[in-house]
């Protein structure tokens, strides 16, 4: 089993920065992929960026391109979304998860074998 914690959440101003964590413990030695999800209140989850934990390759949604970072900490088995110029439509529950098999896609929330619980992301304007 993996467990994983998120952390960093919270309120900020429009234009402002929030950088979120998520630490993965427990079975932690088949880490293949891990992302970062969001979902906005009466909506489905919808993807936000994702790093491949050994290569380091990293995917992003064009909603969070050139604003969003995400980067992993191999050594810790952490990964980070640093979050820029946020906007009000960023506001929502951002879920870390964890693809612990080789999946081909990591933007499907289905690529993904366990979910953290969730921090939210409040952007006033």
């Known amino acids: 089993q993996v467990q994983l914690v998120e952390s960093g959440g919270g309120l900020v101003q429009a234009g402002g920065s929030l950088r979120l964590s998520c630490a993965a413990s427990?079975?932690?030695?088949?880490?293949?992929?891990m992302g970062w999800f969001r979902q906005h209140p009466g909506k489905q989850r919808e993807f936000v960026a994702a790093?491949?934990?050994?290569?380091?390759?990293?995917y992003s949604a064009d909603s969070v391109k050139g604003r969003f970072t995400i980067s992993r900490d191999n050594a810790k088995n952490t990964m980070y979304l640093q979050m820029n110029s946020l906007k009000p439509e960023d506001t929502a529950a951002y879920y870390c998860?964890?693809?612990?098999?080789?999946?081909?896609?990591?933007?499907?929330?289905?690529?993904?074998?366990?979910w953290g619980q969730g921090t939210q992301v409040t952007v006033s304007s």
């Open positions: 427990g079975r932690t030695f088949s880490i293949y992929t």
């Open positions: 790093i491949r934990w050994s290569s380091g390759t990293t």
């Open positions: 998860a964890l693809a612990n098999i080789w999946r081909s896609t990591s933007v499907s929330e289905y690529a993904y074998d366990y």
